[in-house]
């Protein structure tokens, strides 16, 4: 891209896939294959690898051949279960057997594989475990991958640093998790970008990042003021 052609405030970029997976970060159809491959693996301690292994071994009990975007948008739901139950009946205590009894004429309308919604109900601990490990997952995984060893990662780095520095005054909309653009922000005035960057203010400042299909620093924020919550070592760590 020549970005000499843009200039002014009213332009806005968009950045798919294929932006992050040229600095060698996996795609959302490929990314759990990559993650259980032996590139990643080998590089993890074995208590890392067991985090791994439970999200393999619950994917394919449940949801066999599914994307990582897939498998974490069902495991978020179960999780959230309990609490959406008790706002449909609040009159009555969520417990254990109170929430198997209301979503029991539900199983039925399952695969026989799909019966692990009982366990939101059962064991609720067992699915927040999971959803944290499969965070865990993809931290680690865009740690690993997101290494800048090659040319054309290198390359496509670089392009990241001119479009923050050159278009200081553009929109820069991502459909990206990894957190390239905020820390390549970070590389380049030497501070944090803050909520007003990000659209979550009245008052915006520019460049202005939308993320449209979340961040990966967001899967980690217990309120407003963790969205900005920086992975250790994760992509700086690195030396380009």
Known sequence: MNHTKFKDKDT???LGAGASKDCGAPLIGNFLDIAFSNNVMSNLPNHEKERFECVKGFQEKTLPNSNVEELLSLISFHDRFPVVLKSFYPEKSTNATTLSDKISPLKEGYHRDHSFIMDASTNPE???KILEDLKFLIAKTLEVTLTFKTKKQKEAFNAYKTLIKEHKNSTIITLNW???????????NHERIDFCHLGFEKDVKYPLILKLHGS??????LNAKDLLLQIKKLIFSQKI
């Open 216 to 221: 990966l620093s967001w899967l980690f924020a």
């Open 178 to 188: 990894d957190i390239l653009l905020e820390d390549t922000y970070f590389e380049i």
């Open 12 to 14: 806005v970029f968009l």
């Open 126 to 128: 067992h699915i927040t």
